[in-house]
Nanobody
Framework: VQLVESGGGSVQAGGSLRLSCAVSGFTASTYSMAWFRQTPGRDREGVAS???????DYTASVAGRFTISFDNTKRTTYLQMDNLQPEDTAMYYCAAGSVILPGVPTEYRHWGQGTQVTVS
């Protein structure tokens, strides 16, 4: 299984970015795809998740600003991030797995390498 993220970068507050995560080799019929973020010295935080039914979940701080989606034909997960704020600055990771608790990082077996998002 391989997850490859892209789309990070630096933006000013109020700006937008779209993160992508291309997934290969993952064939579970029941799954969650998720985005987590982490800053130095802090635990990895769940940002958003989507399951095989299209059901989504967001942490409160990004609800209404971020949108997660999954294009099954391209096997790619996206995180559209609008109205970015300095507190969104972090390394963002995508994850895939057959999980019970989609917001818990230890539930996921497969991870990408991370992409940095910096908001000033």
């Amino acid at each position: 299984v391989q997850l490859v993220e892209s789309g990070g970068g630096s933006v000013q507050a109020g700006g937008s970015l779209r993160l992508s995560c291309a997934v290969s080799g993952f064939t579970a019929s029941t799954y969650s795809m998720a985005w987590f973020r982490q800053t130095p010295g802090r635990d990895r935080e769940g940002v958003a998740s989507i399951d095989e039914t299209g059901g989504t979940d967001y942490t409160a701080s990004v609800a209404g600003r971020f949108t997660i989606s999954f294009d099954n034909t391209k096997r790619t997960t996206y995180l559209q991030m609008d109205n970015l704020q300095p507190e969104d600055t972090a390394m963002y990771y995508c994850a895939a797995g057959s999980v019970i608790l989609p917001g818990v990082p230890t539930e996921y077996r497969h991870w990408g390498q991370g992409t940095q998002v910096t908001v000033s």
